[in-house]
């Protein structure tokens, strides 16, 4: 059968991505103040964060709309797999939802097989993810198990952990209702949070200087990982305009966990919005 992967743009576009022929980015909209761009592929990120920078209040974003996802599902492929930023954080999960309840309006015809999936997180997870769905379908593996397999891996065999310069983004767009009060009083430190399986985010860590955090995390990771054959597992360091902080960061991991593989990329639109100037994500897979 053959498949098409449609995701958001959430999506942090790894090397592997660059030749697929079967996927499709639904963009969401990033604005800073009257200026509005779509988070696609003519994202700069580095335009994009002086622009933050400048402006006086806090960047916002705009979820796809049901019918540009509807859009995306009408293609010739007949097993379409959707995936998007946890609902925990976005409205984008809903939206796709409803883009294929439209869609199934307005062919009902067709015989399409549809899933959406909920990332339950953002970033590097969705990459991991999209990947994990391309080599199981490419091995021939039927829609219902590539479901059923790839649910148990967003839940259970992926992990996210994010430090950040400043919390100011999420604090004033409404993104950190599940911490405590206490800790908001706290912004100054650079905090190590962690995506939780519910697809929320919880405080693992903290210091005042930036690298000693990402060491800390390093060490969380590893922790976490312990007692697993990483030889063929994927790791993935998103970034803010702050390369050096993941080459700092890839080192400091490689110190005391070897994965298969690692790679370094930029932050896609929504993800430099959120995790700011400065801010690292890693996510993999165990």
């Known amino acids: 059968m053959s498949y098409r992967i449609i995701a958001d743009s959430c999506c942090d576009k790894t090397a592997r991505m660059a030749d697929w022929e079967n996927i499709t980015f639904v963009p969401l909209t990033l604005e800073i103040g009257n200026y509005s761009i779509l988070d696609d592929e003519n994202f700069d990120q580095d335009d994009y964060i002086r622009r933050t920078l400048e402006y006086s209040d ?21 097993e379409i797999y959707l995936l998007t930023i946890t609902d925990k954080l976005s409205g984008t999960y809903n939206s ?18 549809i899933h959406v999936f909920n990332s339950l997180a953002t970033s590097g997870i969705e990459s991991l993810t999209a990947e994990k769905i391309k080599e199981l379908a490419d091995s021939g593996e039927s829609f219902e198990s590539i479901v059923s397999t790839v649910e148990d891996y967003i839940i259970n065999h992926c992990a996210l952990y994010f430090c950040l310069e400043s919390l100011d983004v999420l604090r004033k767009n409404g993104r950190l209702f599940a911490l405590a009060a206490t800790i908001l009083k706290k912004l100054r430190l650079k905090m190590i949070f962690e995506r939780t399986q519910q697809g929320n985010i919880s405080l693992v860590g903290q210091d005042i200087v930036m690298n000693r955090s990402l060491t800390k995390m390093a060490g969380i990771i590893a922790e976490n990982v312990q007692g697993i054959d990483l030889s063929d597992k994927r790791l993935i360091i998103s970034h803010v305009c702050c390369r050096e902080k993941a080459e700092f960061l890839k080192e ?15 932050c896609s639109g929504l993800n430099s919005t959120y995790a700011s100037n400065g801010g690292i994500i890693v996510s993999y897979s165990k």
């Open 58 to 78: 806090v960047a916002k974003t705009a979820c796809p709309s049901p019918d540009a996802w509807a859009e995306a599902i009408d293609c010739e492929e007949e």
């Open 96 to 113: 796709a939802l409803q883009g294929v309840m439209l869609y199934k309006e307005e062919h009902p015809e067709s015989n399409k097989k």
């Open 252 to 266: 400091k991991i490689a110190a005391k966990v070897q994965f298969g593989d690692v790679e370094i990329v930029k």
